[in-house]
């Protein structure tokens, strides 16, 4: 594995950190020491190989948790892929039971609409 662009990595870059279980998240680096890459969220990778350091790695943690070289199309998709989700979550707040799936196919675009239209929405029936 090329690892050349962690040594290169200083504050305020993004880089993706991959969790088998968890998935992918672009996250920013706080600092860097000869090292050690530090983000912003205080976990520290080891600079060599781009791995989770051992002692920030918990007893039941089974992920390989690791950065990724970050591209801007990478970022994107990853970014839109969370703005969707939360999209989601606040849908599925409208809806005592629970039927946020039917909203799973819709684009974020259409999420976002959908989301300002139900806010406004709920605060005219506050407000009445």
Same mark, same amino acid.
């Given at each position: 594995?090329?690892?050349?662009?962690?040594?290169?990595?200083?504050?305020?870059?993004?880089?993706? !950190?991959?969790?088998?279980?968890?998935?992918?998240?672009?996250? /920013?680096?706080?600092?860097?020491?000869?090292?050690?890459?530090?983000?912003? %969220?205080? @976990?520290?990778?080891? @600079?060599?190989?781009?791995? +989770?350091?051992?002692?920030?790695?918990?007893?039941?943690?089974?992920? !390989?948790? =690791?950065? &990724?070289?970050?591209?801007? /199309?990478?970022?994107?998709?990853? &970014?839109?892929?969370? =703005? @969707?989700?939360? +999209?989601?979550?606040?849908? %599925?707040?409208?809806?005592?039971?629970?039927?946020?799936?039917?909203?799973?196919?819709?684009? +974020?675009?259409? +999420?976002?609409?959908?989301?300002?239209?139900?806010? =406004?929405?709920?605060?005219?029936? /506050?407000?009445?």
């Amino acid at each position: 594995m090329p690892t050349t662009w962690l040594q290169s990595l200083k504050a305020g870059d993004k880089v993706v !950190v991959y969790n088998r279980n968890a998935g992918r998240r672009v996250c /920013e680096v706080k600092h860097t020491t000869p090292t050690l890459i530090v983000l912003t %969220d205080k @976990r520290k990778f080891r @600079r060599t190989d781009g791995r +989770l350091t051992p002692h920030e790695c918990c007893s039941f943690c089974t992920g !390989v948790t =690791a950065l &990724e070289q970050a591209t801007p /199309e990478q970022i994107e998709e990853i &970014e839109q892929a969370f =703005a @969707r989700a939360v +999209l989601v979550d606040e849908l %599925d707040e409208y809806w005592e039971e629970g039927h946020a799936d039917n909203f799973a196919a819709y684009s +974020l675009a259409q +999420l976002k609409s959908i989301t300002s239209i139900l806010a =406004a929405r709920y605060t005219e029936v /506050e407000t009445e």
